[in-house]
């Protein structure tokens, strides 16, 4: 499975970004789906996750209220929506797929593929 994140850039506080992260090469409608950023300095982290139908979302606490996790099968694609950005949402995001139906996981080792990340950069 190869993924290919993009929609990254500069935008200033308080703009909106939409990121994409584009399946190919596996059965993208049976993976839950994740973000994850790393900032710099910072180790990575869980931002958001969809299961395979997209039931289910869970965010992490920093994020909640500003981003929005979406996926579009029909198009092998997951999104991240994100609003109302702050300085510290600076970092790069990685989209991953989890080959574990049925759950939404926070922790990065349960994800078996992942994308080449997509710098967001947030100016005060």
């Known amino acids: 499975v190869q993924l290919q994140a993009s929609g990254g850039g500069s935008v200033q506080a308080g703009g909106s970004l939409r990121l994409s992260c584009a399946a190919s090469?596996?059965?993208?409608?049976?993976?839950?789906m994740g973000w994850f950023r790393r900032a710099p300095g910072e180790e990575r982290e869980f931002v958001a996750g969809i299961s395979w139908a997209g039931g289910m979302k869970t965010y992490a606490d920093s994020v909640k209220g500003r981003f929005t996790i979406s996926r579009d099968n029909a198009k092998n694609t997951v999104y991240l929506q994100m609003n109302i950005l702050k300085p510290e949402d600076t970092a790069v995001f990685y989209c991953a797929a989890d080959r574990t139906r049925g759950v939404v996981r926070s922790a990065s080792y349960t994800y078996d593929y992942w994308g080449q990340g997509t710098l967001v950069t947030v100016s005060s």
């Open positions: 090469g596996g059965t993208f409608r049976t993976y839950a």
